[in-house]
């Protein structure tokens, strides 16, 4: 052991109160953190070991040791000059904070790690023996330098939002291989210590970020929030026009349909009324009824799905072409009803076998109504029922001025006094 300073001379001996120890040496973190303080004489010092050297030569061996609470009495026949005597702290739960920045494996990001080592004297003797090589600092070197090569293992997205328990990660998992023991970085550094008088109990770790690291990170969440609202945009724009053009499609298919069925529509309306406008008798009735039975077929092709031009208004039996498209003809009660009534059921969202029979019922209704009061009652009665019977399976999809129009249908003495 080197040679320490003498104790001072005017220090008398058997202090009733502990005495002053001695100012440590700067620089030396161990004497820093009071774990090796030098005593002007040995006395005890309360929650401390004493340990007390004596010179031989040019070495100091030690010559007692007291725990906390145990006395010493001075011996009267060494002389003080060649003692020395050094008190080291008893607690359990010693604590050093420290912290250190460190990078990445790529050196892209950094972060601060707060440490708080949490520890005890193990071997008092030892850690004043090697007071000068300052034990404390060696540790908390080790530990760094340990860091420094355990951090390039970790994923930085797990450091950044702290997915991980860094003190686990760090200090307690096993993958340091001593020999044929496989031990945790944790256990090689209490190792470390113990051989220089100190124990460490816990290496508590905290992770901060320099605001750099937030001003990336910001950039990066912002960056990806553009990034993500552009593609969001570009495919909404693009369901935009592709359903604009859908749309447009779609109604100008329909507006032709409507035209096209419109035009057939109103040819058939005129075409029945040239045929029942001049109905005065049972002789015209019987005339007229080769010229309804061939548009009645004519309607009943559409209803079925047939193209309206695949069933020309000028080729229906007994009926010139020219005449059907007059526009000066008159539109009777017979027409007025004809045109509601076809037009009723083009529109009916259902089966074309349904518009069929619907279609067949309702003209058969009308053709009888035709002969007024001659009109067989059975024959009206078993159309009204079949239209009834046929109202109640489409009821769901038919509007309401469907419904009034079927329903008037129904009614055989208004039609009988309106057609007759």
Not at 135 to 141: A, F, G, I, S, T
Not at 150 to 157: A, G, V
Not at 189 to 213: C, N, S, Y
Not at 304 to 326: E, F, N, Q, Y
Request: aromatic residues 6%; hydrophobic residues 40%; neutral net charge.
């Amino acid at each position: 052991m080197e040679d320490a300073p003498a104790p001072s001379k005017n220090v008398s001996v058997g202090l009733a109160e502990p005495a002053t120890p001695v100012s440590p040496v700067e620089g030396n973190l161990t004497q820093q953190e009071k774990l090796v303080r030098r005593l002007p004489e040995p006395a005890p010092y309360p929650d401390h070991y004493l340990l007390i050297f004596k010179r031989s030569g040019k070495e100091w061996k030690l010559l007692a040791s007291r725990g906390p609470g145990e006395t010493y009495r001075k011996p009267f026949l060494i002389s003080p000059d060649s003692l020395e005597a050094y008190i080291v702290p008893s607690d359990q739960h010693l604590r050093y904070r420290f912290g250190s920045t460190y990078k990445t494996h790529d050196q892209l990001h950094s972060f601060k790690l707060r440490l708080t080592l949490e520890y005890r004297v193990s071997e008092p003797v030892t850690l004043v023996q090697k007071r000068e090589q300052d034990p404390l600092r060696r540790v908390v070197e080790e530990i760094d330098s340990f860091l420094q090569q355990r951090i390039k293992s970790l994923d930085w997205t797990a450091v950044e939002l702290e997915r991980i328990d860094l003190e686990q990660v760090l200090f307690r998992d096993h993958d340091l291989v001593q020999g044929h023991e496989v031990v945790s970085g944790f256990t090689k550094l209490q190792k470390f210590a113990d051989l220089r008088g100190l124990w460490i109990q816990r290496i508590a770790v905290v992770r901060e970020l320099p605001e750099t690291e937030f001003q990336v990170a910001a950039t990066a969440l912002r960056s990806s929030r553009e990034q993500q609202t552009a593609v969001l945009e570009h495919g909404t724009e693009e369901i935009r026009q592709t359903l604009s053009l859908d749309l447009a499609g779609q109604k100008n298919a329909f507006e032709r349909r409507t035209q096209v069925a419109q035009g057939f529509t109103d040819n058939f309306v005129r075409a029945i009324g040239q045929a029942t406008d001049s109905i005065r008798s049972l002789d015209d009735i019987q005339r007229a009824v080769p010229k309804v039975a061939a548009i009645q077929g004519a309607i009943a092709g559409v209803a079925t799905g047939a193209l309206p031009g695949s069933i020309p208004v000028g080729a229906i039996p007994g009926t010139p072409a020219a005449g059907l498209l007059a526009d000066t003809t008159t539109a009777t009660p017979l027409a007025t009803l004809l045109s509601e009534f076809t037009n009723s059921i083009e529109s009916l969202a259902c089966d074309p076998a349904a518009r069929k029979e619907l279609l067949s019922f309702g003209l058969h209704v009308v053709a009888e109504a035709l002969r007024g009061r001659d009109a067989k009652t059975d024959i009206l009665e078993t159309y009204v029922g079949a239209i009834t019977g046929k109202l109640s399976s489409l009821l769901p999809i038919l509007s309401q001025e469907q419904i009034k129009l079927l329903k008037r249908l129904q009614d055989i003495e208004t039609l009988r006094k309106k057609l007759g």
